[in-house]
């Protein structure tokens, strides 16, 4: 399973323009592998919103607002 600190330490990377130099000073072969890389994550990243949204929003998911949420006070 992936790690959270993976994704937080690559998004730091993106972030910070690591990636951006890396990408800049590197062969050909490795600017394809990187560029890769992000293509896979962000085809990840399409997959789990549609999987986490279709169990998070399913009958069987989780309770829906209105059956979870407490009653709203009624101010007097």
Do not use: C, H, N
């Amino acid at each position: 399973m992936l790690k959270l600190k993976d994704l937080q330490e690559f998004r730091q990377f993106l972030e910070s323009g690591g990636w951006a130099d890396a990408f800049a000073y590197a062969q050909e072969d490795l600017r394809l592998e990187m560029l890769g890389l992000v293509e896979e994550l962000l085809d990840t990243a399409d997959a789990a919103d549609k999987v986490v949204g279709e169990v998070l929003f399913s009958k069987d998911g989780i309770a829906a607002a209105a059956d979870s949420a407490l009653p709203l006070k009624k101010e007097e």
